[in-house]
């Protein structure tokens, strides 16, 4: 230690030099060597893997790759096995004779030149000038029918009030017009001709189309009201799946001819209406129209961008009817813009952290070498990230991260109360794709505190001596309080890589070396050095202001103290009930709820686009049926998958989310032993008995393909027509069958089995899978698929239940099988409920209860804050305890109160408030993760964790005898209150 002082007292410049020489490498490397980070897609990382269910995922879908034309099974193995039976079929295709067909004598080459070819150019006005061609359906209104691959608005009523009336048609065909007329719509829209764009699927046209209107806004009180009738007539038509997209062609039977007339009923209650107008249980609804669609002639796509930013606000509302809904294909897109533009309120932000500091400290050599010190740190974590731990991935979270770093080291460097401050601390991740986390701001800075305020008590000491021995005192003292901050931060990261969520798996590493040669050569050079300007201009005119906070800070600083050691229990009454009250709200109501959907939401919930996403994807069945998810019987249902032959693992790298490893085969898998046949045929039998078995009409041939191979086994042995002899794959064997009968008839049942006609047999995901390089063929993997009654839900809740009860059965089950059929496993559509699990399970709870009050949910985004939260909490309580602990009158418990306040109640404070700044400038953000980020900023700051600090010292303060672990500050040092900087 005493060598190292010197050599800081004596080189502080060689050491700058060194580190800066080092940080500069470190950050030119990688940004050079390795692609910049691409944010196309912020979801990518935001799920579980390592869980049960997720290797489960990973290896049916790995199975799935596998049975691709080109992976290492089949489906069919007799196409692979029998190459001299396709050699035959193939002698018996003769060559086609081309020289039959082509006239030889009458081929002129001469005319194969370029002036001939140059008169057959296209003449752009040929398609419409000569032949006058509209692009229309046959309806002669519409070009084609609507489809999910359009862009799309949803209507409401700003008062409520019915939309199925004429003043509401009448005012969404006007915002139809507006749209449709705006500048560049006709270069991204469907066209009927040149410069006229397609008629938009809308309620309004499709009455227009009924009633032989040619506009909507043409439309009359009785082509409504009629509409209106004919929708409740033929609605439960609809229902009960009679009606059909083509009803025209395929003339739909038993519905009557004014519900097939042009599909109008079909797509309007389809598309463009909610689900809550006319339900399929009449009781409970109304006939009251609250929200319609309206789908442009323009498909979802980049190229709708500029279209977008030119709708305006006058544009989205016309008398009581607003647009409250879009979907354009655009949200990536517009987050990756927005994720740029909105940087400017992270530089205000940190700029008005910079102005206050420099104003505290009075030092601009302390804010350059903090904005220098903040740009090391991101260099060396990013080069650390990329080059050292060779994580290729980089996620969203890690720009997260360095927002966070970025907006909290100034603030708790401004904090220290000292002219001479500049932290440097590097904490970066070693785990995926984790945070970024330059400095974790906040303990770079508490650190810097601490070594700054250790400096100016030992500067006091009448023995203060030379600048080795400051120096060298100065290290001795606080290595201990920084290493303590560093730990803490550093274990609230370390501890949630155990989470399986992989854009969690995030970890810090101090890089403490770093930390304790810049800042002391920093200070020490900040002591050295006379700048010759001496800013004195600036100095003279801050002067004043620094004189008044400086007055103001004292007498906050009293009074803190005061209200402490005069007011203990009332404080213990206040922040305790506090306390309880933020554990009913996080725990008992509203709770901390899980996330319920699968958007993972990248704007602020007001905007249109994540209106669409969260609040009317749902209200329209065409979205439902797409995506399976309701409760009702017009949709599919989770289906029951249970694998044999392949290990539920995944062996990929779980830092890289592209990586999902191999097939790993189950070596004693052995479908074709008598024994595993005969339990197979038992299991297919009582999956059909369960409760959570759905029964299907019409034949299920390869859902238990054992069933229908001890079927197809009941044939003939003599085909009574051919004579073939088709043994031994006949009614000559019973089930279970030998080895070598099941290997050898299996074959010939699947090739029989993929020549049934598509009416009764559509190839799928179920039955044997066959190893492609396997003589003779052989069964490496089994599929049985059923459907279950439980549809898909975002409830966490409904989906456990499934989940637990199907689990349940199958262990059971697998525990009563055959040696080759132990190792079945059950998976379904599974991956949402996997993330939502994994949320509950592995996220440390530690939470601010206001951050529920404001309705945050729990996924990844809210649990990398709830981690930050606890580093933050705790370091607070550190300063506090350290200071409180080294008090030099360690018996008077009291006094140590006062002295622990006075030392960190002004810096603290200071720290809060800055920080509680720079997260208020990023709440205008549209990004939802900026909003966040200065939302729990903000929180943070000002929550009771800020006041947990209070309670540590009312707790130490309120009886019993302390004794100090010793005098860290001269003897003569000044009063707690009167010694304030």
């Given at each position: 230690m005493g060598r190292f002082a010197r050599i800081v007292a004596h080189h502080p410049y060689v050491i700058l030099v060194a580190v800066t020489v080092f940080s500069t490498t470190c950050l030119v490397i990688p940004l050079t060597t390795k692609k910049l980070p691409n944010f196309s897609d912020p979801q990518l990382g935001f799920e579980a893997?390592?869980?049960?269910?997720?290797?489960?995922?990973?290896?049916?879908?790995?199975?799935?790759?596998?049975?691709?034309?080109?992976?290492?099974?089949?489906?069919?193995?007799?196409?692979?096995?029998?190459?001299?039976?396709?050699?035959?079929?193939?002698?018996?295709?003769?060559?086609?004779?081309?020289?039959?067909?082509?006239?030889?004598?009458?081929?002129?080459?001469?005319?194969?030149?370029?002036?001939?070819?140059?008169?057959?150019?296209?003449?752009?006005?040929?398609?419409?000038?000569?032949?006058?061609?509209?692009?229309?359906?046959?309806?002669?209104?519409?070009?084609?029918?609507?489809?999910?691959?359009?862009?799309?608005?949803?209507?409401?009523?700003?008062?409520?009030?019915?939309?199925?009336?004429?003043?509401?048609?009448?005012?969404?065909c006007q915002i139809e017009h507006n749209m449709m007329k705006l500048p560049g719509a006709v270069n991204i829209c469907e066209t009927i001709s040149p410069g006229e764009c397609c008629q938009p699927w809308s309620l309004g046209n499709y009455i227009a189309l009924l009633h032989n209107r040619t506009s909507c806004f043409h439309v009359t009180e009785e082509d409504v009201n009629m509409t209106k009738t004919l929708l409740k007539q033929c609605s439960h038509y609809y229902y009960n799946l009679q009606l059909s997209p083509d009803c025209e062609e395929k003339f739909c039977q038993q519905v009557p001819t004014q519900c097939t007339l042009h599909n109008a009923v079909y797509h309007?209650?389809?598309?463009?209406?909610?689900?809550?107008?006319?339900?399929?249980?009449?009781?409970?609804?109304?006939?009251?129209?609250?929200?319609?669609?309206?789908?442009?002639?323009?498909?979802?796509?980049?190229?709708?961008?500029?279209?977008?930013?030119?709708?305006?606000?006058?544009?989205?509302?016309?008398?009581?009817?607003?647009?409250?809904?879009?979907?354009?294909?655009?949200?990536?897109?517009?987050?990756?813009?927005?994720?740029?533009?909105?940087?400017?309120l992270i530089g205000a932000g940190g700029m008005f952290i910079l102005l206050s500091m420099w104003l505290y400290t009075s030092s601009l050599f302390v804010t350059l070498m903090t904005v220098?010190?903040?740009?090391?740190?991101?260099?060396?974590?990013?080069?650390?990230?990329?080059?050292?731990?060779?994580?290729?991935?980089?996620?969203?979270m890690n720009l997260l991260a360095s927002i966070v770093a970025v907006e909290s080291v100034v603030p708790r460097i401004a904090a220290g109360g000292y002219h001479h401050i500049s932290p440097l601390k590097i904490e970066t991740v070693y785990g995926f794709p984790g945070l970024l986390t330059s400095s974790s701001g906040r303990i770079g800075a508490d650190d810097a505190f601490i070594f700054c305020k250790v400096w100016q008590c030992a500067k006091t000491e009448k023995d203060n001596g030379t600048l080795v021995k400051l120096v060298h005192d100065t290290l001795k003292h606080a290595t201990l309080s920084m290493f303590v901050t560093t730990l803490t931060t550093a274990a609230a990261f370390y501890a949630s890589y155990v989470s399986s969520i992989t854009a969690i798996g995030t970890a810090t590493l101090a890089n403490f070396a770093i930390m304790v040669t810049w800042l002391p050569a920093s200070v020490v050079v900040s002591e050295r050095w006379n700048c010759p300007f001496q800013w004195m201009t600036w100095d003279n005119t801050l002067r004043p202001v620094r004189n008044v906070t400086n007055r103001v800070r004292v007498s906050l600083d009293r009074c803190l103290v005061l209200s402490v050691t005069r007011l203990r229990y009332m404080w213990l009454v206040i922040l305790g009930s506090l306390a309880v009250a933020s554990t009913v709200v996080i725990f008992y109501h509203p709770r901390l709820k899980l996330p319920d959907t699968k958007n993972f939401q990248l704007f602020d919930s007001s905007h249109l686009f994540e209106q669409y996403d969260m609040v009317y994807k749902d209200m329209f069945w065409f979205?439902?049926?797409?995506?399976?998810?309701?409760?009702?019987?017009?949709?599919?249902?989770?289906?029951?998958?249970?694998?044999?032959?392949?290990?539920?693992?995944?062996?990929?790298?779980?830092?890289?989310?592209?990586?999902?490893?191999?097939?790993?085969?189950?070596?004693?898998f052995d479908m074709a032993a008598p024994e595993s046949q005969k339990w197979l045929l038992k299991f297919c039998h009582r999956l059909r008995n369960q409760p959570f078995y759905q029964p299907v009409l019409g034949p299920l041939l390869p859902n238990c393909f054992m069933e229908s191979f001890s079927s197809w086994m009941q044939r003939r042995c003599i085909d009574p027509i051919d004579n073939l002899n088709r043994t031994p794959c006949c009614e000559t064997y019973n089930a279970p069958y030998k080895r070598e009968v099941f290997q050898y008839c299996i074959v010939l049942a699947i090739a029989d089995l993929y020549e049934t006609p598509a009416e009764y047999f559509m190839p799928g995901v179920a039955g044997p899978k066959f190893c492609r390089d396997s003589h003779p063929p052989r069964i490496c993997a089994l599929v049985v698929e059923y459907d279950s009654n439980h549809p898909f839900s975002m409830s966490y809740k409904d989906i456990d239940k499934f989940y637990k009860q199907v689990e349940m059965w199958t262990k059971k089950q697998m525990s009563k099988a055959p040696e080759g059929m132990q190792h079945g496993w059950f998976i379904s559509d599974l991956e949402f409920y996997d993330l939502q699990h994994t949320l509950s399970q592995d996220t440390l709870v530690a939470i601010v209860a206001i951050l529920v009050l404001l309705n945050w949910k729990l996924n990844v985004l809210e649990?990398?804050?709830?981690?930050?939260?606890?580093?933050?909490?705790?370091?607070?309580?550190?300063?506090?305890?350290?200071?409180?602990?080294?008090?030099?009158?360690?018996?008077?418990?009291?006094?140590?109160?006062?002295?622990?306040?006075?030392?960190?109640?002004?810096?603290?404070?200071?720290?809060?408030?800055?920080?509680?700044?720079?997260?208020?400038?990023?709440?205008?953000?549209?990004?939802?993760?900026?909003?966040?980020?200065?939302?729990?900023?903000?929180?943070?700051?000002?929550?009771?964790?800020q006041l947990q600090k209070i309670m540590c010292r009312i707790f130490s303060g309120t009886g019993g005898k302390f004794v100090g672990t010793g005098r860290s500050v001269p003897e003569d040092s000044p009063s707690p209150v009167s010694g304030i900087q």
């Amino acid at each position: 230690m005493g060598r190292f002082a010197r050599i800081v007292a004596h080189h502080p410049y060689v050491i700058l030099v060194a580190v800066t020489v080092f940080s500069t490498t470190c950050l030119v490397i990688p940004l050079t060597t390795k692609k910049l980070p691409n944010f196309s897609d912020p979801q990518l990382g935001f799920e579980a893997r390592g869980t049960v269910i997720a290797q489960r995922l990973t290896a049916w879908n790995n199975l799935l790759e596998a049975t691709r034309p080109s992976g290492n099974l089949l489906v069919n193995p007799i196409e692979q096995h029998t190459p001299v039976a396709s050699n035959e079929i193939l002698n018996h295709i003769k060559p086609f004779p081309i020289s039959k067909y082509v006239n030889h004598s009458k081929m002129n080459k001469d005319t194969d030149e370029w002036h001939t070819l140059n008169d057959l150019e296209f003449d752009e006005e040929e398609g419409w000038d000569h032949h006058g061609h509209q692009h229309l359906a046959s309806d002669g209104f519409f070009c084609t029918i609507p489809s999910p691959q359009y862009s799309r608005v949803v209507f409401g009523s700003s008062d409520g009030s019915d939309l199925f009336s004429l003043d509401a048609i009448h005012a969404i065909c006007q915002i139809e017009h507006n749209m449709m007329k705006l500048p560049g719509a006709v270069n991204i829209c469907e066209t009927i001709s040149p410069g006229e764009c397609c008629q938009p699927w809308s309620l309004g046209n499709y009455i227009a189309l009924l009633h032989n209107r040619t506009s909507c806004f043409h439309v009359t009180e009785e082509d409504v009201n009629m509409t209106k009738t004919l929708l409740k007539q033929c609605s439960h038509y609809y229902y009960n799946l009679q009606l059909s997209p083509d009803c025209e062609e395929k003339f739909c039977q038993q519905v009557p001819t004014q519900c097939t007339l042009h599909n109008a009923v079909y797509h309007i209650l389809d598309y463009l209406v909610d689900i809550d107008f006319l339900p399929e249980n009449k009781s409970t609804g109304n006939n009251s129209l609250k929200n319609t669609l309206m789908m442009l002639p323009i498909a979802q796509s980049v190229a709708t961008l500029q279209y977008y930013r030119l709708l305006d606000v006058d544009f989205l509302c016309y008398g009581n009817v607003k647009i409250t809904a879009m979907e354009f294909g655009l949200k990536i897109t517009l987050f990756n813009e927005c994720l740029i533009e909105d940087t400017w309120l992270i530089g205000a932000g940190g700029m008005f952290i910079l102005l206050s500091m420099w104003l505290y400290t009075s030092s601009l050599f302390v804010t350059l070498m903090t904005v220098i010190a903040i740009i090391f740190s991101l260099g060396i974590s990013y080069f650390m990230y990329t080059l050292l731990f060779e994580l290729n991935f980089f996620p969203f979270m890690n720009l997260l991260a360095s927002i966070v770093a970025v907006e909290s080291v100034v603030p708790r460097i401004a904090a220290g109360g000292y002219h001479h401050i500049s932290p440097l601390k590097i904490e970066t991740v070693y785990g995926f794709p984790g945070l970024l986390t330059s400095s974790s701001g906040r303990i770079g800075a508490d650190d810097a505190f601490i070594f700054c305020k250790v400096w100016q008590c030992a500067k006091t000491e009448k023995d203060n001596g030379t600048l080795v021995k400051l120096v060298h005192d100065t290290l001795k003292h606080a290595t201990l309080s920084m290493f303590v901050t560093t730990l803490t931060t550093a274990a609230a990261f370390y501890a949630s890589y155990v989470s399986s969520i992989t854009a969690i798996g995030t970890a810090t590493l101090a890089n403490f070396a770093i930390m304790v040669t810049w800042l002391p050569a920093s200070v020490v050079v900040s002591e050295r050095w006379n700048c010759p300007f001496q800013w004195m201009t600036w100095d003279n005119t801050l002067r004043p202001v620094r004189n008044v906070t400086n007055r103001v800070r004292v007498s906050l600083d009293r009074c803190l103290v005061l209200s402490v050691t005069r007011l203990r229990y009332m404080w213990l009454v206040i922040l305790g009930s506090l306390a309880v009250a933020s554990t009913v709200v996080i725990f008992y109501h509203p709770r901390l709820k899980l996330p319920d959907t699968k958007n993972f939401q990248l704007f602020d919930s007001s905007h249109l686009f994540e209106q669409y996403d969260m609040v009317y994807k749902d209200m329209f069945w065409f979205e439902r049926l797409q995506k399976g998810g309701s409760d009702t019987s017009m949709n599919t249902k989770l289906p029951l998958r249970f694998v044999w032959g392949i290990l539920p693992m995944d062996d990929g790298n779980y830092l890289d989310p592209s990586s999902r490893g191999t097939l790993v085969y189950d070596s004693s898998f052995d479908m074709a032993a008598p024994e595993s046949q005969k339990w197979l045929l038992k299991f297919c039998h009582r999956l059909r008995n369960q409760p959570f078995y759905q029964p299907v009409l019409g034949p299920l041939l390869p859902n238990c393909f054992m069933e229908s191979f001890s079927s197809w086994m009941q044939r003939r042995c003599i085909d009574p027509i051919d004579n073939l002899n088709r043994t031994p794959c006949c009614e000559t064997y019973n089930a279970p069958y030998k080895r070598e009968v099941f290997q050898y008839c299996i074959v010939l049942a699947i090739a029989d089995l993929y020549e049934t006609p598509a009416e009764y047999f559509m190839p799928g995901v179920a039955g044997p899978k066959f190893c492609r390089d396997s003589h003779p063929p052989r069964i490496c993997a089994l599929v049985v698929e059923y459907d279950s009654n439980h549809p898909f839900s975002m409830s966490y809740k409904d989906i456990d239940k499934f989940y637990k009860q199907v689990e349940m059965w199958t262990k059971k089950q697998m525990s009563k099988a055959p040696e080759g059929m132990q190792h079945g496993w059950f998976i379904s559509d599974l991956e949402f409920y996997d993330l939502q699990h994994t949320l509950s399970q592995d996220t440390l709870v530690a939470i601010v209860a206001i951050l529920v009050l404001l309705n945050w949910k729990l996924n990844v985004l809210e649990s990398i804050a709830i981690s930050v939260a606890i580093g933050l909490a705790v370091d607070f309580s550190l300063h506090y305890s350290v200071h409180y602990r080294i008090c030099p009158e360690g018996d008077d418990r009291e006094y140590a109160v006062s002295y622990a306040i006075s030392r960190m109640g002004g810096p603290t404070a200071m720290a809060a408030l800055t920080t509680a700044a720079a997260g208020a400038f990023m709440l205008p953000s549209s990004i939802l993760a900026y909003m966040q980020i200065g939302i729990f900023l903000v929180v943070v700051m000002a929550s009771p964790l800020q006041l947990q600090k209070i309670m540590c010292r009312i707790f130490s303060g309120t009886g019993g005898k302390f004794v100090g672990t010793g005098r860290s500050v001269p003897e003569d040092s000044p009063s707690p209150v009167s010694g304030i900087q």
